[in-house]
């Protein structure tokens, strides 16, 4: 009976050596590991997702890319093949620490290329924030030319600064993105899950009678005003974008609020007007509160 109990169990104990050698990233130990498994239990389950985080293993490099092709095929094998193949063998979240060294490698080995909009996946920033190196994607942004006018790298420093100095840092940013391209706001502020966000983007989309598509996400800024008006010092904050309508009337609530603090009266009104002008829906967002 202890003998069938050993044989029942020596699989498990295989599987564990696989394992504890990955956890050490162990590429030679692992493979070996993984032969001996493949080697009594050729229909294991695990041996198709073993063998692809020890090959990403293996394939370790830090020979710098020289075309951004490269860099896009090595982050499609990461993402595709060997994330997935973590998340089944490793419990929780320990996958996704797990990779953080080999992506923070990509992004050393892309740090040279430029950047390319239609290859944006292949910039060092965008590795960066995959290996939560929140500061290092600041540095890789920061070097690309009139950042802050291009949606992917301002979309990534507004995540590297939120998740280096939390919400009031990056609400300019985010601002920003929302009247630069709202399509990449929605997805950041997924990823983001902040609780003072989400509490806000609920309300939003409750009583925002825009389109009811993605270009809605541009009004944001402006209704948060009318919800929240604490947040106008930060929003003050935003560099001037493409001065499209969401944008005037993002400073249009900005100047109402300030007008009402200076009680002018006459140039409050006219304003209103204006906003009314401009967007009916967020005129009647604002003056619900008034």
Known sequence: MQLDIFNDSRDV???????????????????????????????DTALVDF?????????????LFDRHEAALQARQALSREV?????????????????????????????????????????????????????????????VASWRRIPAPLCWMTEARYRLDGLDAAWPLLVELAWLSPSLLDP???????????????AFDTSFDGPGDIGDRAWFPAWALTEKAGLAPLFRQAEPSRQNAPERAAKMMLELLSLERQGRHHELLETRRALQA?????????????
């Open 188 to 202: 950041l502020l997924r990823r983001l899950d902040d609780a003072c966000i989400n509490r806000l983007l609920r």
């Open 83 to 143: 994330q997935p193949a973590l998340a089944r063998v490793f419990p929780g979240q320990t996958g996704t620490a797990w990779l953080a060294p080999l992506w923070a490698e990509l992004a050393g080995r892309a740090a040279a290329l430029p950047f390319r909009a239609d290859r944006a996946d292949a910039h060092a920033a965008s590795l960066f924030l995959l290996a939560a190196r929140w500061d290092k994607a600041c540095e890789a942004v920061s070097r």
């Open 51 to 63: 063998g692809s985080i020890v090959g990403a293993l293996e394939s370790r490099s830090t020979v």
């Open 13 to 43: 104990m295989l599987r564990n050596d696989v394992l504890s050698a990955l956890q050490q990233y162990d590429a030679a130990g692992a493979r070996r590991a993984l032969q001996a498994l493949a080697g009594d239990y050729p229909d």
């Open 278 to 290: 401009l967007n009916a829906a967020l005129y009647a967002a604002y003056m619900k509160t008034r």
